[in-house]
C-alpha cells in the first residue's frame, strides 16, 4: 500500500525543514490533512505570502517588507553605529536592551566554511558598502562568542581596518561560547556598552 502521490510530495516538501526526518515529516502531514485542515490552510497561505512580501532590507539586510526597512528608515537611530550580528533574532534581543542607539547589519549567518558559508554567504559585500556609507563612524561587532563567531568577527575586522573604518567588539560578558540569543538583556546591554576597540 502507498501513499497518494501529492501526500508523498507535502512529506517530501516538508523534509526541507531543518531536524525533520522522513518519519516527522509523514507524522507532520497526517496531522495536517487528518486532523487539521483549516491549520494547514493557514500555513499555506502565510508560507505563500511571506514568500512574496518579506525580502531584505537594503540597508541592514534584515528580513523586511519595504526596501528600507523601518528601523534603518528612522530619524531616531544614530546612523554613526553599525552593529554587525549574526541573526535577527539577536537584533530582537539587542532591541529589547534599550541600550543601543545605532543601526545594525544582520549577516543572517556566519562563516562556516565545513557548511559552504562563506564570505558571499554572509554578505560581506553588503556589509563594507554599508559601512562606507560617509555616515558610519563605528562598526561594533556583535557576533556570538563562540568558535564561528569569532572567527566571523576576526574576518570582518580585518576588512573594515584595511580601509579605516573603526571596529569594535561587544564585551566577553558572556560566557564563552555564548549565544546572544540566550543571554539575559542585562548582561547583553552590559556588554554593549563595554565594548572595546580592536587595535
Ligand atoms: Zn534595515
Wanted: glycine share 8%; with cysteine.
Amino acid at each position: 500500500m502507498k501513499n497518494p502521490p501529492a501526500l508523498e510530495r507535502l512529506v517530501e516538501a516538508l523534509r526541507c525543514l531543518p531536524g525533520v526526518g522522513p518519519k516527522s515529516a509523514l507524522r507532520m502531514t497526517y496531522h495536517l490533512l487528518q486532523r487539521d485542515r483549516e491549520g494547514a490552510n493557514t500555513l499555506s497561505q502565510a508560507l505563500d505570502n511571506a514568500l512574496q512580501v518579506v525580502s531584505h532590507c537594503d540597508l541592514c539586510n534584515n528580513f523586511s517588507e519595504q526596501t528600507v526597512c523601518p528601523l534603518c528608515a528612522s530619524s531616531k537611530r544614530d546612523g554613526s553605529l553599525l552593529c554587525v550580528v549574526e541573526m535577527p533574532t539577536d537584533f530582537m534581543m539587542l532591541e529589547q536592551t534599550q541600550a543601543y542607539p545605532g543601526l545594525y547589519f544582520v549577516l543572517m549567518g556566519r562563516l562556516s566554511p565545513l557548511d559552504g558559508v562563506g564570505p558571499r554567504e554572509i554578505h560581506l559585500d553588503k556589509l563594507i558598502k554599508r559601512a562606507q556609507d560617509g555616515l558610519v563612524q563605528e562598526v561594533i561587532l556583535a557576533t556570538n562568542y563562540t568558535v564561528e563567531g569569532e572567527a566571523t568577527a576576526h574576518y570582518i575586522s580585518e576588512l573594515l581596518r584595511v580601509r579605516g573604518i573603526k571596529v569594535s567588539r561587544i564585551a566577553r560578558g558572556l560566557p564563552m561560547g555564548g549565544e546572544i540569543e540566550h543571554v539575559d538583556s542585562g548582561t547583553l546591554a552590559q556588554a554593549m556598552m563595554e565594548r572595546r576597540g580592536i587595535a
